[in-house]
């Protein structure tokens, strides 16, 4: 039991300036102003006094970090999640990008078999797989030679009960579509990206359940003033969730107000699209079995294009509010709630509020972590 008070708490409906959770059993049991929450006897005592307390951060996409490949090494998903609450992130979708097929199976048993009984960190709700199923043309710095046509077969272990939660494909391609409506029927949040579908194309995708789009501009048809493509179908389409890289390298800042003011914190998800990089020194990495050299100016391929990147999550977070002028609680939204309520988290996660994950931070007035809490336990603490 823990009882955090005297912070400032960013709760779904107000902030409250002097503010006390109590947490019993991996739960949030009670929150309100501090005067009107007990402490019991029993519970440890923090006192947050100028810190400020938001829920846990949700990463949909990361491919990796601390020197670690999740394609390359699925394994090593433990050791990332270890490490993820110093960034804030306390919830993630590991992300394996195009690859062979049995590569997804080894991701799959290491999520449902191999958790270690010791392990301490950041919960990988399942995963996000980007591929194979991409147009060519917009491959990013997916290997073209793992790329395949949208198959039904390819996918059957595909499901929310075997560990897969989202998936990124193009859905111009031949029978993209049904493959849509196949996995959204298994619980499987699908993603429009590494795509140049036309407006029609995309809306007709949105038709057959597509709720996301993977990493608004990057790798996708752009938007023109006679063929709007996937960038304004997404952009207008209201009950659309859209990914975004605010790093400052992906996407303009100026691309990133607009997107913004046409969609808000309840649309935009900010993801870090994170790779091995993740808090390395630079040097040369893997983002699958390709090579990547990293240096001030993010993670490249040796022909030039993006791969990944080197954002942690609080940064995007420290970003968005410097690029649009937005609230801190506006911008807290889009990495809590915004995720949460894609995934169908319902009120678990990504809201302080009674009943709640207790997945928390503490945040100093510059918006770093000072503390993160999982199911009420104390993961990080920054010295």
Request: aromatic share 4%; proline share 7%.
């Amino acid at each position: 039991m823990r009882y955090i008070h005297h912070a400032t708490i960013l709760t779904p409906h107000e902030t409250i300036a002097d503010g006390a959770v109590l947490v019993d059993r991996g739960r949030i049991a009670a929150v309100g102003p501090t005067i009107n929450i007990p402490a019991p006897e029993e519970a440890e005592m923090i006192d947050a006094t100028g810190l400020t307390l938001v829920p846990g951060f949700i990463d949909l996409q990361l491919n990796g970090g601390f020197g670690h490949d999740f394609t390359q090494n699925p394994e090593t998903i433990w050791e990332v999640a270890a490490q993820l609450p110093q960034t804030g992130v306390t919830t993630f979708l590991p992300t394996l990008i195009t690859s062979p097929l049995h590569v997804v199976g080894q991701a799959q048993k290491q999520l449902q078999e191999e958790r270690p009984a010791t392990f301490r960190g950041a919960e990988p709700l399942g995963l996000h797989l980007e591929g194979p199923f991409l147009n060519p043309a917009k491959k990013g710095a997916h290997n073209p030679k793992w790329l395949r046509p949208p198959s039904l077969e390819a996918i059957r272990p595909w499901t929310a009960e075997n560990g897969v939660r989202l998936v990124t494909l193009a859905p111009e391609l031949p029978d993209a579509l049904d493959l849509i409506t196949v996995l959204v029927s298994r619980g499987i949040v699908v993603s429009a990206g590494h795509s140049q579908a036309n407006l029609e194309q995309a809306q007709a995708g949105f038709k057959a359940g597509i709720r996301y789009v993977t990493h608004l501009f990057n790798a996708m048809s752009a938007m023109h003033h006679r063929e709007p493509g996937l960038v304004a179908a997404a952009l207008s389409h209201n009950h659309l969730t859209v990914g975004l890289i605010a790093d400052g390298r992906h996407v303009h800042p100026a691309w990133i107000q607009l997107a913004w003011q046409l969609t808000g914190p309840h649309r935009l998800n900010l993801v870090t699209d994170a790779m091995a990089a993740l808090l390395m020194p630079p040097g040369t990495y893997h983002l699958a079995d390709q090579l990547v050299t990293v240096d001030d100016d993010g993670a490249h391929l040796a022909d030039g294009p993006l791969a990944g990147s080197i954002l942690p999550l609080d940064q995007a977070v420290r970003n968005l509010i410097t690029y649009t002028g937005c609230t801190l609680a506006e911008a807290i939204t889009t990495v809590t709630a915004t995720p949460a309520d894609l995934l169908g988290l319902g009120q678990r996660k990504g809201r302080i509020i009674p009943n709640a994950n207790a997945d928390l931070l503490l945040l100093d007035g510059r918006q770093r972590v000072q503390i993160a809490l999982i199911n009420g336990e104390i993961i990080y603490k920054r010295e």
